[in-house]
């Protein structure tokens, strides 16, 4: 009975698909003839007509796969119609609506009055959200307002895949995708009559898909969009009812989060503009990627591949695998916030600063082009380095316990140690470690060398974090702490020689990371035509100089390259042209002129290189030198993320320990100042920090403010520097940091900036309570060492690390217990 009932089932699937291919082919056939389609604008992506209507092939499968089910399943077919009949109805009315408004065009008005008349017979059929069923929570009884979120989510599901509706094949896969995460829950739980009717819905959506991929010849148009968006919502409400009106809701928003996130996106992203929040635009999610360089279809998959993640992590937590199912959340939704960021979607965050030699320059980032090839090697070497993971992890067990070259007591059972949450806290664990150390983000330039360098230092790293979090004081010695030795090393040999290989092959057939890179050469002078010479000349330099850019027009070739524009027009240029790496060759040597065409199209995924010169090993410039080309590069890391988590993290606990611990201290010290009537104890200084901005730094006050003399305990405070103690409060607040250049008066800054060259360098990090230039030359303040200091700090903004913070610290630490030169 059991294989007797698949084949029926793939007999219903297969019915569907063939009327969904034979009503498309017609309707194509119908809306050609007649001219039923749509005509070109500039909110549509295609630049001819186009017939519409192919919603109606979907809907014709559709229904050709639920009512087959009358005869080939009849049980079923009773069930399906007792649970589904009301939804059945609806679906004649918002496709009649889809129709009229593909022929003759509908207002938004009574468009949506047709969807409330559909969404109010749904729910008329009892198909009603009273109590929302959370995973990880009690349910949540809406009350009255159970028919208020039921309109809700039908019309606003309904709307949402409407408005994915842009490109060829977008809007109907996502849906497929969607149904198929359905099908297979239904199927498992044994809810047929469910799992028929997104059987029904896939092949119609398949049969039409082969009309509507790109290049279309065929647009769903409304009919399709209303139709699809409506029917999931409202078999999504029926199928994951577990009782009456008790509805698990997250598992249909996970499946169907591509369409409801980028309405909801659009929707505050048109508020923040100030526009209409319901105006149609050509800004949603299929729009931007297009615009920033993907092909229509790499566009479609990458939005295919997107919605496949949320559906395999509603299917999980359906499913109960909660430890799987919330991994997957957080990582998905942590993609998707890192994707709608790399978007551009976050208009309102801050703006980045660029300070240059006299000017400072406010820059919005702009969303870089997106590289599909550079996506692929990263996803690559993520493969690979998930692989090795964990065959390093068997390759230390069965070395260890099974190959009987090492002794042992007791050996874990192979179920133990590859039990499937240990290998996904491993892998996560690893890959996690590796991306905070940017080694998913390692360009063509960099050697082989300092590519397994910077993977040794991280795996090294890891282990012994590993060591440190298995130490059992009572057996130090024991076999774990050996297998975790071997585990190391066959982790360093395993990924080193999978990331090897990767970058062989690509090198080999010069693809993904290594094919030649699309390049902008801004400039035309003369060492510019140098520089193209070497470049030609050198294969193995991977640029692909696509043309240069001036600050004038103009209206010839340079070095047998195109001109492209000027200056203005650079984000235009970088967007249109793809361009991932840029060449600065021009003869000005200000700083200002560098930083105003950084400043220009500001973009993380863009690479600015510049020709080495005395100027910018002196300037204070964060460069880095690149591997086998004449070229430096603008603006590495100084510190990789997880340096930066620690150091913030170190700023936090080590503040607030002395703030406790010194409490007793400074509450003798304000006793004191207001014995010797300093009144107030503590003074606020107006004082320059990250970016530029004017914050507060607290100081135990030192003078009394009536005499205007220093009693003795504010000279103590002020020759020992305790008098800076309260600052650990801005430390705490983040407004400074245990380590940084020195902060320093709203009025000295606006006097050095005129009088010390890159003095506005200083404020690319948070100011220190002690620094690198402070230990160097003390806390003079003659003009002629502010100099100094300020290549100290310099000095130390070019080779920050925690190390180098700690050095500081224990100099500080060692200067102040000896008071030597300290004032």
Known sequence: MVENQKIIFSLIFLLSLAAGLMATYFVRAVARRFKIGEMPDPRKVHKTFMPHMGGLGIYTGFLVGVFSSAWLLPEIYVQLVKQFGGILLASVVIVALGVYDDLKGLSAGKKFFGQFLSATMIILSGCVIERISLPFAMDIELGWLAVPIT???????????NLLDGLDGLAGGISAIASAVFAALAYLNGNFAFFIVNLALIGGILGFLKFNRHPATIFMGDTGSLFLGLILAAISIRGFETTPGRIGLLVPMLALAIPIGDTSVAFFRRLNKGKHPFKPDKDHLHHRLVYLGLSHAHAVYMIYLTGAAFGITAFLLAQHYFLTGGIALALVTGLAAFGLKRLGFLEAERT?????????FEAQPMPGPLSVTRLIHKFLLLCVDIFTVNAALFMTWWFRFRSGWMPYESAPSASLVFEPTVMIIF???????????NLYNLRWDVSRFDHLRRVFRTILFGVIILFVLTFNPAEPFSEGRL??????????????????AVINLEKRLKILEYAPHRTLLIGNSTKARRLLKDIRQN?????????YVTREAQDKHFAGLPFLGTYDQLPEIIRREGIEEVIIAINERSRDEILNLVSRIDSPSVIFKVLPQMYDAISGLRT????GHPLIRLFPEAMRPWQWMVKRLLDITLSLFLMIALAPLFLLIVLLQLL?????????QNVVGKHGRIFGMLNFATVNRQTGKQPLIGRLLYNSRIYKLPALINIFLGKMSFVGPRPETVEVVKHLRQKIKFYNRRFQVRPGLTGWAQVKYRYEEALKYKRDQLKQDLFYLENMSLSFDLRILMRSFLIFMGRKGAR
């Open 483 to 500: 297998s975790l030795l071997i585990y190391g090393g066959f982790l360093l040999l395993l990924v080193s020689a999978g990331r090897l």
């Open 352 to 360: 980045k600063t660029y300070y240059g030699d006299r000017l400072i």
């Open 539 to 547: 294969p193995h330099l991977l640029y692909d100089v696509r043309g």
């Open 427 to 437: 892998t996560l664990g690893w890959v996690a470690l590796f991306y905070m150390n």
């Open 676 to 684: 010797s009537g300093i009144h107030p104890p503590f003074e606020v």
């Open 624 to 627: 880095e030198e690149v591997i």
């Open 151 to 161: 309109y809700l989510w039908l019309i606003g599901v309904s709307n949402a895949v």
